[in-house]
């Protein structure tokens, strides 16, 4: 590397550490509100809620690393730019291109530490934090529930509350819906629910509803059945055990291990989610690749047009709301593909897209801007003495 090189590699490096961690903080933050709610309201302990922000982690910093090189590079080159830099090293003979190495280098780094958290960390933190959600569901059953709001955080498990009193062990207008046991679906409506645990462990913890109607499905129209009752006692720690690692990762395909999500791709066991499961692939796969087109694509910009940092902080925010409209259509238009592997493809839309346009936006030389500019005066003589 030359001596320029390495020094704009050390400018990059501190912009980028920092857009990285200042962007997990907020995206952080915006968990808070709810965080501070289950601390005050439901009876969560402190340490408790230091687990599940640890368990959100990996989400938090698969999204800011792409975000966050972006970010650093805007910077990094707006700043070049305004202290006259840029100019300088180009009047020294210093090309473009050739700050493209320190940048490949941030971008591999940043690559590799997103593949890492996308095809391992996150899904193993996602399943992490069902798991817990259910344990919690066994201590305190009620304790990641909102009023009016309906959870659905456990695959396969929908409850809904009216009103929550009494720190959550007291539920009004109560709605369950539980999906987990293949071949059968159980809906329960009723007016009160209380928490009660006879052994006054959580294992042993039933949540009592009163004057409702149980609704029950086994797989056949003729099987449908329905039932009043006065009370009814549904046993937690039996519900909850009933949802088996299996079918969580078969219910939820984000939190299943990326070698076993390609398994049941290739067996092709649920043919109705097949696209899905593709597409979770395809995603953990093209979000580290981000990385490099992020980087590139700001590169280009910023020796384009020699923006500002402003500007530039402007402009990631935009290429960053682009990227994740366009993959979230990827998501929504999965299931009306045909095959699997046309759903699979559409998940590097973004990243091909963000490419193109790097390739349209790629800094001409001086050479190259004399040349295009003869060549437009020449079809403007040659257009004149044809009229």
Request: proline share 4%.
């Amino acid at each position: 590397m030359t001596l320029f090189q390495r020094y704009a590699l050390r400018q990059l490096l501190f912009p980028t550490i920092a857009s990285i961690f200042i962007l997990a903080a907020l995206l952080l933050v915006t968990r808070l509100v709810k965080v501070i709610s289950l601390l005050i309201n439901r009876g969560l302990s402190l340490g408790e809620v230091f687990h599940v922000l640890l368990l959100l982690t990996p989400t938090f910093l698969e999204f800011s690393l792409p975000m966050g090189v972006l970010v650093g590079t805007f910077l990094t080159f707006g700043r070049l730019a305004a202290d006259g830099e840029l100019t300088g090293a180009q009047a020294c003979g210093i090309r473009p291109t050739e700050l493209i190495a320190p940048l490949l280098i941030i971008s591999g780094v940043a690559m590799l530490c997103t593949g890492l958290i996308s095809l391992s960390l996150r899904p193993i933190s996602r399943q992490a934090s069902v798991y817990y959600l259910e344990a919690l569901a066994f201590k305190r059953a009620t304790a990641a529930l909102q009023e009016q709001v309906f959870f659905d955080q456990i695959p396969g498990l929908v409850v809904y509350a009216e009103r929550i009193l009494d720190r959550g062990r007291v539920l009004n207008g109560v709605f369950l819906a539980d999906q987990r046991t293949p071949g059968k679906r159980t809906s329960i409506v009723a007016k009160r629910g209380y928490l009660i645990s006879p052994n006054g462990s959580h294992e042993g913890t039933l949540l009592r509803l009163e004057d409702g109607m149980l609704f029950a499905w086994k797989g056949r129209a003729d099987t449908y059945e329905v039932s009043r009752f006065e009370t009814f006692d549904w046993n937690l720690s039996e519900s909850m055990g009933r949802s088996s690692r299996s079918s969580v990762l078969e219910l939820d395909p984000k939190a299943t291990p990326s070698g076993q999500l390609l398994k049941l791709l290739l067996n092709d066991r649920f043919p109705a989610s097949v696209n899905l499961l593709a597409v979770e692939l395809s995603n953990r796969v093209a979000l580290p690749f981000s990385c490099v087109v992020f980087v590139m694509l700001a590169w280009a910009l910023s020796m384009r047009w020699q923006l500002s940092s402003t500007a530039g902080l402007g402009l990631s925010t935009l290429c960053f709301l682009g990227y994740y409209l366009l993959n979230g259509l990827t998501d929504s238009l999965a299931q009306q593909l045909a095959h699997w592997s046309v759903a699979a493809a559409g998940a590097w839309l973004p990243n091909v897209t963000l490419a193109l346009t790097t390739f349209a936006m790629w800094p001409r030389s001086r050479a190259d801007e004399r040349r295009m500019k003869f060549a437009r005066a020449s079809a403007v003589a040659q257009s004149t003495n044809n009229d």
